[in-house]
């Protein structure tokens, strides 16, 4: 691909130049002419491209207008995408979507890395009704978003994603198939949505900042990072689980996360 573009690293822009890589995440993913895709990052357009024959509608959100030069011209022909410049994460996709009618919804991108956390708190957080999103992440996000408790990239974020999702490693992609080359390997993971919640959760405000404040400073135990929470309720549900508040986050599993948060909101 020659581009006469200036590229902004500041931007996450590391733009797919291997055809193969590009049908390899389309084919993972399940779309067909009734499924709306939600792109986060036209860039210019390797993926777009192809979902764009696939899907019912496209919407692709891509923050750098000078990219326009570029997109308009390759898709002026297109009628079933809609390319929205501006930034994702202050955009209301809730009703950006509103008026297209689809059978299912799913997010796909090769993410701009500055934000991937963000972006995947957005998601969760704006209920974005969608049945799956495929997206290509800095390998060592991916091990995080993958990690199980008493693996040192497990955190806060590994329990919200499994709360929500069931989460696979499809493939590694290497630094070589982008321009510019990024300094880092990435990974496309798939995470589906969970139809059935994995774990009882009474009260999921509650749950949610629990987690959170567990992991507010790694190196501290459960006891000094949840210094305001009844501490006595905490150990006693620990007990159960021959465990105690000297114990620090990251080894604590999901469902051991929901009882101390169900017990609290009793
Ligand atoms: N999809 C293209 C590809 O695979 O070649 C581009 C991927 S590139 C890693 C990420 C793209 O996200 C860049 O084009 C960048 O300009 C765009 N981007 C960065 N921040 C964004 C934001 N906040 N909202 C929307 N797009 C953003």
Redesign the pocket.
């Known amino acids: 691909m020659k581009l006469n573009f200036h590229f ?1 690293k500041r ?6 130049i291997d055809n193969n890589i590009v049908n390899n995440i389309i084919n993972k993913a399940n779309i067909d002419e009734k499924t709306l895709v939600i ?6 357009g ?3 491209n192809k979902l764009v024959e696939k899907a019912k509608y496209v919407i692709s ?4 207008t000078e ?1 326009k030069d570029i997109l308009e011209p390759m898709f002026k022909d297109i009628d079933n995408l809609k390319i929205i410049y ?4 202050g955009r209301d996709i809730i009703k950006d979507i509103g008026d297209y009618k689809y059978n299912r919804m799913m997010i796909i ?4 890395y500055y ?1 991937t956390t963000p972006i995947i708190n957005k998601i969760i957080e704006d209920k974005i009704p969608i049945t799956e999103m495929i997206i290509m992440v800095q390998k060592e996000v991916a091990e995080r978003l993958i990690a199980k408790p008493g693996v040192k990239d497990y955190n806060s974020l590994s329990i919200f994603i499994d709360y929500y999702f069931e989460v696979d490693k499809l493939f590694s992609v290497s630094r070589h198939v982008f321009i510019p080359k990024p300094k880092v390997d990435s990974v496309v993971i798939r995470l589906r949505k969970r139809n059935k919640a994995k774990i009882n959760v009474n009260n999921e405000r509650l749950f949610f900042k629990l987690v959170k404040d567990a992991f507010v400073f790694k190196r501290k135990n459960l006891r000094n990072n949840l210094k305001h929470y009844n501490i006595d309720l905490i150990e006693s549900v620990l007990k159960k689980y021959n465990m105690n508040s000297t114990i620090r986050a990251e080894d604590i599993s999901i469902d051991i996360f929901a009882a101390i948060a169900n017990e609290l909101s009793k």
Request: no cysteine; proline share 3%.
């Open positions: 902004k931007l996450g822009q590391n733009f797919l792109e986060i990052g036209t860039g210019a390797a993926l777009t959100y891509e923050i750098d990219l501006d930034d994702f994460l991108g090769n993410l701009p934000i």
